[in-house]
Every structure is written in structure tokens, then in C-alpha cells.
């Protein structure tokens, strides 16, 4: 059973930057694609960005494409989220998620493991 951890979440003021990471355990984190997402109260699970098993590949949102960058440390087994020039709608909690095929896709339902999420909170 693999295992994700979020960290890195907070409160930070509008134009700030947040790093999140994500810890895997119980299973070949290098071979998963692993994505990011994020849920507004009051809205559905959006796409936030994904890295294929390599780190070659990346997709982003295109409301976050240039100011988020995905990338993953196979060694440490962590994927992580570097978020610049936050907006207050960029307010949510973020959740990683592993797929075993290791192709990255920005679609939630490829995803085959989930994690609690951490809140961020972007005031103006």
C-alpha cells in the first residue's frame, strides 16, 4: 500500500511563494507519475500540474503555468510543488496523488493513490 504525505502548506500574503512536499512510502515511487491537485471549499477537485516516473515530462494547469513548477527527487521518494506569485484563488487544499503507470495525465480518476492534502491560504 503506498503511503502520501503533504507538507509545506500555510498562510502566506498575496505574491508570496509557497514549497510543497509530498513523501511516498510503500511502493516504486520511481516507476509512478505523481500529480498535484487542489480543492476550493464550495468546489470540485481541479488539475494542478503532474511529472512523469522520469521528471522529463510536465503538464501544468494553465492557471498556474508559469508560476508553479512540479519536479521529484526519486532518491528521496518526494515530488514537490514550487508555487510563486500566489493569488488569493490559488486558496485550497492540495492533495498529491501517485499513478502506477508511469505516464503523467492531468485527469484525477488515473490516479490510484491519494493523500490527506494541506491546506493553503493566500490572503490579499
Known amino acids: 500500500q503506498v503511503q502520501l504525505v503533504e507538507s509545506g502548506g500555510g498562510l502566506v500574503q498575496a505574491g508570496g511563494s509557497l514549497r510543497l512536499s509530498c513523501a511516498a512510502s510503500g511502493g516504486t515511487f520511481r516507476g509512478y507519475a505523481m500529480g498535484w491537485f487542489r480543492q476550493a471549499p464550495g468546489k470540485e477537485r481541479e488539475f494542478v500540474a503532474t511529472?512523469?516516473?522520469?521528471?522529463?515530462?510536465?503538464l501544468y494547469a494553465d492557471s498556474v503555468k508559469g508560476r508553479f513548477t512540479i519536479s521529484r527527487d526519486n532518491a528521496k521518494n518526494t515530488v514537490y510543488l514550487e508555487m510563486n506569485s500566489l493569488k488569493p484563488e490559488d486558496t485550497a487544499v492540495y492533495y498529491c496523488a501517485a499513478r502506477t503507470w508511469g505516464v503523467a495525465n492531468p485527469e484525477a480518476y488515473e490516479y490510484d493513490y491519494w493523500g490527506q492534502g494541506t491546506q493553503v491560504t493566500v490572503s490579499s
Open positions: 511529472i512523469n516516473w522520469s521528471g522529463e515530462r510536465t
